[in-house]
């Protein structure tokens, strides 16, 4: 199928930005990457008049690395330089796996980290290894900029705390704490680069034999990436043994809200989110 017409723009400023946005509101789309925006034109899943293009704006791009203030990753870094990044390999393999696992090499050289997240799909891979982080999205607009968390900013499908006449700037992910372990699984009906029936991030920390800290954040089993909150004080504080595994699994079954779709049917997702919980805390108490 064949684009439909629409006017295209290329601002070098993210004042020309916030101008555009004001002026054509709703009939405007930003476009970085492309990868999810001309298909979805194309289709006609999406529509509209207007399309700006992020690629020339100053200040958007870059991807840095602090000790201290942690990882830094501008709305223009494609998927594949984050992903391949020393520091995200060494100190957030978690996210690193959820970008090598993401649709294929032509799209990971193409798309965002901050176009994933602002899809706002419920399977975005990059969203649970970012909220079990605790990362942050700077928005800009003309007023200035705020930032929210991840776990925030998502509020449902195709939806984000995104005013009118703003863009996510960058996106901030924290220095790890001291003896984090993370790691994101997937489970896809056809391939590994398929859209996840299932995909979760688990971070933790232990001290003494007992679970310390930890986050556990589940995609596709509901309208946004969720927190399996139950799931993690099951464990919290608790004894690192295959009963409290088994517990936080059963757990993590029960909370989560997931729809039949052309993937997968509610129960089978429910039952994978069982056994990737249980996998997942079994490999990282290992390591531990």
Not at 12 to 25: H, P
Not at 192 to 221: P, Q, S
Request: net charge positive; glycine share 8%; with cysteine.
């Amino acid at each position: 199928m064949r684009l439909p017409p629409f006017e295209f723009h290329a601002p070098t400023a993210l004042e020309q930005v916030f101008e555009l946005l004001a002026t054509y509101g709703a009939a405007a789309r930003l476009m970085s990457g492309g990868t999810d925006l001309l298909p979805g034109l194309r289709t006609g899943k999406v529509r509209c008049e207007h399309v700006i293009a992020l690629k020339r704006v100053a200040g958007l791009g870059g991807l840095e690395f602090d000790p201290a203030r942690g990882l830094a990753i501008g709305a223009g870094a494609i998927l594949a330089d984050v992903g391949r990044h020393p520091a995200t390999r060494t100190h957030y393999p978690a996210l690193a796996s959820a970008i090598d696992t993401l649709a294929t090499v032509q799209v990971r050289n193409k798309g965002t980290v901050a176009g994933n997240l602002c899809n706002a799909s419920p399977c975005a891979d990059t969203a649970t290894p970012l909220m079990a982080l605790g990362a942050r999205v700077v928005l800009a607009g003309p007023d200035g900029r705020r930032e929210v968390g991840v776990e925030e900013f998502l509020v449902g499908p195709d939806h984000t705390r995104l005013a009118q006449v703003e863009l996510v700037e960058r996106i901030l992910v924290p220095p790890p704490r001291a003896g984090l372990r993370t790691i994101f699984q997937k489970i896809s009906p056809r391939s590994r680069v398929d859209i996840a029936a299932v995909n979760m991030t688990l971070a933790l920390t232990t001290k003494g034999g007992a679970f310390e800290h930890v986050a556990l954040f589940l995609g596709t089993v509901a309208p946004t990436p969720m927190r399996a909150a139950r799931a993690e004080k099951a464990l919290e504080g608790r004894e690192i043994n295959a009963e409290n595994i088994e517990a936080a699994a059963l757990a993590a079954r029960a909370e989560c809200r997931p729809i039949t779709d052309l993937r997968a049917t509610k129960e089978y997702k429910a039952h994978i989110v069982y056994v990737l919980t249980r996998r997942a805390l079994q490999t990282l108490t290992a390591e531990a």
